[in-house]
């Protein structure tokens, strides 16, 4: 159990909707990266937080955003779904930028 | 640009060892992690290297060459459980990890 906690484990949307995942990190920790992981590859880096400001992003378009609260808890929101956006997206906090990351559960997110 | 290179699987026996072998190019370094993710589930941390050698871990050891731009990670005494995807992330000048897709060990009892 690494204390990062993250909700729903699933959902299922159509196309076009928006979604909302939500992250609780770890106690201490300020830092929160995001990740999408598609099935048999790598996680890919969405992008990532420090005390409430994002702080380096990956190659994903804008409809995909995020927001840090002032407990370090965090949220990946995606706009106008698509299909591609079927994965498993995982959140990692971590004490600060560059240190250890410690996952979550993830939320498997299936758009139909 | 920014690369990571590992075996797609490799199989191995139970209590033998198995060595999985990575080589990266990144924009800076900052050290390399390696973790272990089983099916369906999140990675977890197994190791960290920021300086040229060896780190053991029980029955883990990891161990980096910054000149050469690689890394392994030596797993001993294979159980059935260590059967997962094991990934490794170099984290580049900007302090983010760069992901390959990792290497899917099988272990046949």
């Known amino acids: 159990e690494t204390g990062v906690t993250q909700s729903p484990t699933h959902l299922i949307k159509t196309r076009g909707q928006q979604v909302t995942l939500r992250c609780s990190s770890q106690?201490?920790?300020?830092?929160v990266s995001w990740y999408q992981q598609a099935l048999g590859q790598g996680p890919q880096f969405i992008f990532q937080?420090?005390?409430?400001?994002?702080?380096g992003r990956g190659n994903f378009p804008p409809r995909f955003s995020g927001l840090q609260f002032p407990n370090y808890s965090s949220e990946l929101n995606v706009n106008a779904l698509e299909l591609d956006d079927s994965a498993l997206y995982l959140c990692?906090?971590?004490?600060?930028?560059?240190?250890?990351?410690?996952f979550g559960p993830g939320t498997r997110l299936t758009v139909l | 640009g920014q690369n990571i290179d590992q075996p797609t699987e490799m199989t191995a026996t139970e209590g033998a060892i198995v060595q999985i072998n990575c080589t990266y190019q990144?924009?800076?370094?900052?050290?390399l992690f390696w973790y272990q993710q089983h099916a369906g589930e999140a990675p977890t941390f197994l190791s960290y290297?920021?300086l040229d050698g060896l780190e053991e871990k029980g029955r883990f050891s990891s161990f980096l060459s910054r000149s050469k731009g690689y890394s392994y990670l030596l797993l001993k005494e294979l159980q059935m459980k260590d059967s997962a995807s094991y990934l490794c992330?170099?984290?580049?000048?900007?302090?983010?990890?760069?992901w390959g897709a990792g290497t899917k060990l099988i272990i046949k009892p």
């Open positions: 990144t924009s800076g370094f900052n050290g």
């Open positions: 937080y420090y005390r409430e400001e994002e702080n």
């Open positions: 992330a170099p984290m580049d000048s900007n302090y983010q990890l760069i």
């Open positions: 990692a906090s971590s004490l600060q930028g560059g240190d250890t990351q410690y």
């Open positions: 106690s201490g920790h300020n830092t």
């Open positions: 290297n920021v």
